[in-house]
């Protein structure tokens, strides 16, 4: 292991930051890497497998141990369990420059809809809602 990263053993977050990504380890060992509240780090676990969390210091009960609190998900995320041990590092981050959101569905996925609506009696005829109950297709 090298001077840029650390292995933690793996405890349960607390209630409060279960949800938020939160990872808390002990100030001495932000200290050792560098890092600060609210720094981005990344985890590994056994499998390899990585993701990211924000660091914050652990609560003064857990200070004197060599733990990490982290979520389910970050758990699951990092391929670890409780009381496995996890590598962790400050994470490379960049700004973005950009942003952008898409739909969830793509054209295709609307066409693909109406055809399957088109097939269907509707009793009346109408319009009839499309993906999540906004806007429709007229259907005549």
């Known amino acids: 292991m090298s001077m840029n990263e650390y292995q933690l053993k793996v405890a349960e977050a607390k209630y409060r ?3 938020k990504g939160i990872a808390r380890i ?3 060992i932000m200290k050792h890497l560098n890092l600060h509240s609210g720094d981005v780090i ?7 497998l990585k993701t990211s969390a ?4 652990a609560y003064s009960e857990e200070e004197p141990l060599d733990l990490i609190l982290i979520d389910r998900i970050t758990r699951q995320n990092a391929g670890t369990h409780l009381d496995d041990s996890i590598v962790l590092r400050k ?3 960049r700004t ?3 942003t952008g959101f898409a739909s969830p569905l793509v054209e295709k996925d609307y066409a693909l809809q109406e055809a399957k609506l088109k097939e269907q009696d509707e009793p009346g005829g109408g319009t009839v809602g499309g993906p999540g109950g906004t806007g429709g297709w007229n259907r005549e």
């Open 17 to 19: 930051d279960v949800g």
């Open 26 to 28: 002990p100030k001495r």
């Open 42 to 48: 990344e985890l590994e676990g056994k499998s390899s």
């Open 54 to 57: 924000i660091v914050w210091p």
């Open 91 to 93: 994470a490379v981050t």
């Open 96 to 98: 973005a420059r950009d």
